[in-house]
């Protein structure tokens, strides 16, 4: 068993969110009937919102299972199990007032890729808006345990060989992922390119839905996949597959999933927008804290959310990590992280790195104005309103993060996102 004593969480970042809790108690105390009982409240008493069977919804469980959006006004908040992105995507089209939903726990992406029409119907427009990120890191690439052999972890390249042979025998490489031009997308696009391997041309990419990844992993419908948890450790624990490495190891605190909601709910209901908010970051904070991790690992595995064992959940949000390859981490600190670090603000640097990688693999055209779009799409101002409100003082000062830097040594300049496609050698034109 290998031991990483390396940072997980500094003394300096339990402050900060202990002291973020004690200003959340401090607003219960002086709004005992919830933050709005003394002034203009919420437009609508709920919002009807999507959630994937994932760990990174978590803070909208949590908000609903610990009375936080009743304490913000909203008594009716609705969370409702999606069958897949595609049905997320499907449901936010047709909106709350038609049978569908108005916001959701989504793919990064996704709010952008709905709001120009390359994802929907005829191509129409759904104008989307990103209020928050709900966490950074803790996904997972895992392969079929017939590639262990390989010792295939963060570096790709000791697949080539293996998939070439079983190419040569007849016989076809499927990758999976959950959505095209989403995150998970994204993170094993970038893993096989990065070890030489293209993603279009030497494997063939197929679309399944989370939590169906380990099923059909186990009846041979293919060699990886990449997700987010439970899913990778229940492949681990159930034996039929290791993970080779989490997307942290790709780039460690990179942004996740995103709270987003229909641009018009917005519009007609802004309170109730901000109220939201106010709730889903009371929940990041709770959802954080390391002595609430076994609560939470038995909350999302109940039937009604995940319905899986709280062992699957609980392991990797607490930063220990089976790859199951013999190799297992503690302390990692590439646990999911829904408050410290900054998790919970929308960074528009963050959004300007998809909007890149889906410009690289044929999702955006290349003359894409990436900053115009996440202007419109990335609603900060919301975030930074609803901390406000709560009293949070530790909010970053720019939109904007400094370079990125990713294993294999490329750099993202979020101000210069042509000199990091000009430095990829495997694009989709390629």
């Not at 262990?148 to 490489?173: H, M, N, P, Y």
């Amino acid at each position: 068993m290998t031991k990483n004593t390396g940072p997980s969480i500094s003394r300096r970042q339990i402050l900060k969110v202990s002291a973020a809790a004690a200003v959340v108690s401090a607003v219960r105390a002086a709004f005992p009937s919830g933050a709005f009982a003394a002034g203009r409240g919420p437009e609508v008493p709920g919002i009807k919102l999507g959630y994937i069977a994932l760990t990174d919804a978590a803070p909208l469980i949590i908000a609903k299972e610990k009375g936080l959006f009743e304490k913000h006004g909203l008594p009716d908040v609705e969370l409702l199990k999606q069958a897949s992105w595609g049905a997320t995507r499907d449901n936010l089209v047709l909106g709350g007032a038609a049978n569908g939903i108005d916001g959701a726990h989504i793919l990064t992406p996704m709010p952008y890729l709905i709001s120009t029409g390359k994802v929907t119907q005829n191509n129409v427009p759904v104008p989307m808006s990103i209020v928050a990120r709900l966490n950074l890191d803790s996904q997972g690439i895992s392969v079929a345990k017939d590639y262990a052999g390989t010792g295939v972890q963060r570096d790709a390249s000791k697949l080539k060989d293996a998939f070439a042979a079983k190419k040569a025998a007849g016989g076809e490489i499927k990758v999976a992922m959950t959505f095209p031009g989403g995150t998970h997308d994204l993170w094993i696009r970038y893993w096989l390119a990065a070890g030489g391997i293209h993603p279009d041309k030497d494997v063939s990419t197929i679309v399944v839905p989370p939590p169906q990844m380990v099923a059909n992993m186990k009846v041979g419908n293919m060699d990886a996949f990449c997700v987010g948890e439970p899913w990778n450790e229940q492949l681990v624990n159930q034996g039929i597959g290791f993970t080779a490495c989490t997307t942290g190891e790709l780039w460690k605190g990179h942004p996740e999933k995103a709270l987003g909601l229909r641009s018009d709910w917005i519009e007609t209901n802004p309170n109730a927008a901000k109220a939201l908010m106010m709730a889903v970051m009371e929940a990041q904070i709770w959802a954080d804290s390391m002595d609430n991790k076994e609560e939470m690992s038995v909350i999302l595995g109940k039937r009604q959310w995940f319905n899986v064992p709280p062992k699957d959940v609980a392991g990797r949000l607490k930063g220990t990590i089976n790859y199951g390859n013999g190799r297992v981490v503690e302390g990692s600190g590439l646990e999911m992280k829904f408050w410290k670090d900054h998790a919970s603000y929308p960074f528009k640097s963050h959004d300007r790195w998809f909007l890149t990688e889906n410009i690289r693999w044929g999702k955006f055209a290349p003359d894409t104005d990436i900053k115009g779009l996440v202007d419109k799409v990335n609603r900060e101002d919301i975030w930074r309103a609803a901390a406000a409100d709560l009293g949070i003082t530790d909010i970053p000062a720019s939109t904007s993060r400094g370079p990125e830097t990713f294993f294999d040594g490329k750099v993202f300049d979020p101000e210069h996102p042509e000199a990091y496609l000009d430095s990829l050698t495997i694009k989709a034109s390629a």
